[in-house]
């Protein structure tokens, strides 16, 4: 059976204010009954989601999953919204010839999200922030809300008519790319971008030693499956330059991400928060 929230409960508009740290919006280390009493002051939740996928032969193979649940985590402390833990496979099929990519194929990630977003709205969830990492996984995110939707209506859940989930991409925030663009111009390219790689810097200090100067990229291209990504990109990289990075780059991205998109949060928790 599934639990109805009371009618008493404040809407998704409440926002919890700033935490004093990341342990205390990080879902994993709640216990159910204090996501209970979460639930009684606020209905939103952050969900990282990010991939495992090749970044060029000097960048971490989990980039878009180390960058998407430190800026999660960021807003989390920055608002007190929950966040969960990271999905950190993707839709990264293109990437599958450069080894240690790990990808889900498009109508698993749509399985995956569907399944996370029906877990979340049945306890009374109802604003489902997701901070996503990779840009592969965008059109199978905004699938896998539109089938939630409808799977919540037809199971009669409660607040199924208030759900509404968003995909906030950190690396398109606004300021982040006027950042990337005043730093690295056209090096920063469309994969293995300096901007990502700066973050990974500030996160994992043990990165700067995988740092050197590379040769000029290919420019970016359509791409039409693994084999066609490996022959036209050979290294990974597409027109980036990631030697630029550099870790002090990494904590201004983050803080530009982090600061943008808890305003966009505290506006998609508000009433006339929409999905997007």
Avoid at 99 to 116: C, M, N
Avoid at 194 to 215: F, V
Avoid at 236 to 265: H, K, N, Q
Wanted: with cysteine.
């Amino acid at each position: 059976m599934t639990r109805s929230i009371p009618s008493t409960v404040p809407g998704p508009s409440t926002v919890p204010g700033p935490a004093a740290g990341t342990e205390e919006i990080r879902l994993q280390l709640r216990s159910w009954p204090e996501v209970e009493d979460y639930l009684s002051r606020c209905r939103g939740v952050i969900v990282p989601l990010g991939s495992t996928e090749q970044h060029g032969p000097t960048g971490a193979i989990g980039t878009d999953a180390l960058t998407a649940e430190a800026v999660a985590l960021e807003v989390g402390r920055r608002t007190g919204v929950l966040v969960t833990p990271a999905q950190a496979f993707g839709m990264a099929e293109h990437h599958l010839g450069f080894a240690g990519t790990i990808s889900l194929q498009p109508s698993t990630l749509l399985a995956v999200l569907h399944d996370v977003v029906l877990s979340l709205a049945r306890h009374g969830f109802e604003r489902i922030y997701v901070i996503n990492g990779h840009g592969g996984n965008i059109a199978t995110a905004r699938a896998a809300f539109a089938q939630a939707y409808g799977t919540a209506a037809a199971r009669g859940l409660p607040g199924a008519e208030r759900l509404r989930c968003r995909l906030a991409n950190w690396f398109t925030a606004g300021p982040v790319m006027r950042e990337a663009r005043d730093r690295y111009g056209d090096r920063e390219g469309h994969h293995a971008t300096p901007s990502e790689i700066a973050l990974t810097l500030h996160l994992e200090p043990s990165l700067s030693a995988k740092q050197r100067p590379l040769p000029e990229a290919a420019p970016a291209g359509p791409i039409h499956g693994p084999e066609d990504f490996r022959r036209r990109h050979p290294d990974g990289r597409m027109g980036s330059d990631p030697f630029l990075a550099t870790a002090d780059d990494g904590a201004r991205f983050l803080e530009l991400a982090a600061a943008a998109l808890a305003d966009d949060l505290a506006a998609f928790l508000g009433p006339e928060g929409e999905a997007g």
